[in-house]
């Protein structure tokens, strides 16, 4: 059975060291570990969905496609499906907000002492996770803007290294920023509009309001220059 793959997800499948043992935090149908370990990328995975629905989902993909020695499959919640004896080196969390992913790192901290890459996708909230790595010890090596099916995502993979970020890295990204491509600039071009376009609701007379706008558009507008 051919697994086809998102653009989204192909692209975070290329991200995935070589002989990594993974897991892939909120799985939902085991996709990106079926597609890696059937490309011969990775040896292990490990696939935790906290949702029981999907979980059922992933079990069932994973025995379609005959790698229940590959591939295992747990209902848990974040990084409590991980365990020591899993060895895992390399972590992803994709397709969820940004606080969220924040969350499930900070409630799993004590497991990452043997996590060396974290890969990871939000949909909203870049600056927090960026923010979130930087104070725990991951530096970012690696960083992907694309567009699927008419919607922006960014993707942040970290290794295990210090580093500091000022605040318009955190908020654009340090890798991003240096290669500025086509899509970078579209998908902040189309930002912008969206914050012109609020701003020009906004009352004179919320003065507050209108400055923080204005601030934010300010900023897009420097680094699109």
């Not at 990594?20 to 990328?41: N, T």
């Not at 295992?72 to 969820?96: K, P, Y």
Request: net charge negative; glycine share 6%; proline share 3%.
């Amino acid at each position: 059975m051919e697994l086809q793959l998102s653009y989204r997800l192909e692209t975070i499948a290329t991200l995935v060291p070589d002989g990594a043992r993974l897991l892939d935090v909120g799985s939902d149908h085991a996709y990106l570990p079926i597609a890696l370990i059937e490309a011969e990328k990775i040896a292990f995975a490990l696939a935790g969905e906290v949702v029981k629905g999907p979980y059922e989902s992933a079990v069932s993909n994973v025995c379609d496609h005959k790698l229940q020695s590959q591939i295992t499959v747990r209902l848990a919640n974040g990084l409590e499906a991980l365990e020591s004896s899993d060895q895992i080196d390399c972590i992803t969390i994709c397709g969820m907000g940004g606080r969220l992913i924040v969350e499930i790192l900070e409630k799993g901290k004590d497991k990452l002492a043997d996590v060396d890459c974290l890969i990871l996708q939000p949909n909203n909230r870049e600056d927090d996770v960026r923010a979130w790595l930087v104070e725990n010890g991951f530096a970012i090596d690696k960083e992907v803007v694309l567009k699927d099916k008419g919607k922006f995502y960014e993707i942040i993979r970290a290794q295990k290294g210090e580093m500091s970020l000022s605040e318009g890295e955190l908020r654009f990204g340090p890798c991003l920023m240096k290669e500025s491509s086509a899509i970078f600039t579209e998908k902040w071009q189309v930002e912008c509009a969206k914050l012109e376009k609020a701003l020009s609701r906004v009352p004179l007379d919320k003065a507050k309001e209108r400055a923080q706008l204005i601030e934010k558009i300010e900023r897009i507008k420097e680094v699109l220059k």
